[in-house]
């Protein structure tokens, strides 16, 4: 069984100069500025859609401002897979955040939940289908297993 390292508890023992810019009880968005990084851990096992929303709406200032490259979505604490939620967060949120130049995305699945990444797959496989005139195609996507081989990547 894999041992499950979130980015609240990884990055303090990194040598990444970084800083909480989003705190909510829902979630964590941690930029890494000297990287141009930022990573948005959700920290509960369902996110409302509503919620979902309020957090990555609020990453699109910091991602202008300090020019994030690259953008860490790290889901490992997620049960509960929300296809809404992923649709908007494909077709409407990586489209706005694409026009600001971020390109390169990479996601840490939940381990050890092979129907939630199953879910997941099915999902992005749906949204490919359906909004076939999205960005997705132009966007640099890989899953990774930890932040640091998230940062590195």
Same mark, same amino acid.
């Given at each position: 069984m894999n041992i499950k390292i979130i980015a609240t508890d990884i990055l303090p023992t990194l040598s990444y100069k970084f800083e909480i810019v989003i705190n909510k009880v829902f979630g964590k968005v941690f930029l890494l500025p000297?990287?141009? =990084?930022m990573i948005c851990e959700l920290t509960k096992e369902y996110v409302l859609i509503e919620d979902f929303r309020e957090i990555f709406s609020e990453t699109v200032p910091f991602i202008e401002k300090y020019k @994030?490259?690259?953008? &860490?979505?790290? /889901?490992q604490n997620l049960r509960v897979f929300h296809q809404p939620s992923m649709e908007w967060y494909f077709v409407f949120?990586? !489209?706005e955040i694409y026009t600001k130049g971020l390109t390169i995305h990479r996601k840490i699945l939940p381990q050890d939940q092979v129907a939630f990444n199953?879910? +997941? *797959? #099915?999902?992005? #496989? /749906? &949204?490919?289908?359906? $909004? /076939?005139?999205? +960005?997705?195609?132009?966007?640099? @996507? !890989? $899953? /990774?297993?930890?932040?640091? *081989? #998230? =940062? *590195?990547?």
């Open positions: 000297d990287k141009q =990084i @994030i490259e690259k953008f &860490i979505f790290d /889901k949120w990586k !489209q199953l879910a +997941v *797959e #099915a999902g992005r #496989a /749906k &949204i490919m289908s359906e $909004y /076939k005139d999205t +960005v997705i195609h132009l966007i640099d @996507i !890989q $899953y /990774k297993t930890t932040i640091s *081989e #998230a =940062i *590195e990547s």
